[in-house]
């Protein structure tokens, strides 16, 4: 697929700034109008390095979501990647903090609607769950689809129907 509704434009690297100093790698994918039509975001958050293997899997998953009307952003977690600072291990209470920071961050941004989702396998869908249990309360979070590659709730249509539907309830 390389026609959508809305044409995309890709910021291929964004530092989103943490309350302790550090600073996450980003990778951005945006319809042009954003700016005068503010969009949900989507965030993947994983260490998987934004500009290694996953690049081939990121391009055409995120331009899709943006091509639709979404803000598609990946995220190097702390330690990985271009991101600053040192990961300790798997799906710490830090890295969970940060993933709140940069939501908070996406919901700030002037092309977002405040609204903001956050989508993965396997390490991306194990930490959109841990973050969803911390009941952030300054924005909503919506849109979860896989851990382990395992559908963790019936999703009618494709995911962007879902977000649309859910963004749309609430």
């Known amino acids: 697929v390389d026609t959508f509704p809305r044409p995309v434009r890709v910021v291929e690297n964004v ?3 943490l309350s302790d100093g550090c600073q996450l790698a980003a990778r951005v994918w945006l319809p042009q109008d954003a700016e005068s039509r503010p969009v949900p975001g989507i965030l993947e958050f994983i260490p998987y390095r934004k500009r ?3 690049r081939l899997r990121d391009e055409p998953i995120h331009h899709y979501i943006a091509g639709h009307g ?3 952003l990946r ?3 702390r330690g990985s990647g271009d991101s600053d600072g040192l990961m300790a291990d798997e799906y710490q209470h830090r890295e969970q903090d940060d993933a709140l920071e940069v939501i908070a961050w996406i919901a700030s941004r002037p092309w977002c609607d405040g609204n903001v989702g956050m989508t993965g396998i396997s390490w991306g869908g194990f930490n ?6 911390r009941m952030y309360c300054s924005g909503r979070i919506y849109g979860w689809r896989f851990a382990l590659g395992v ?3 019936t999703i009618p ?8 539907t859910a963004g749309a309830a609430s």
């Open 151 to 153: 559908p963790l709730r």
């Open 128 to 133: 959109s769950l841990q973050v969803a249990a």
């Open 157 to 164: 249509g494709n995911l962007l129907n879902s977000l649309a």
């Open 70 to 72: 979404y803000a598609a």
């Open 15 to 17: 530092w989103i700034p």
């Open 52 to 54: 290694d293997h996953t």
């Open 75 to 77: 995220v190097d977690v």
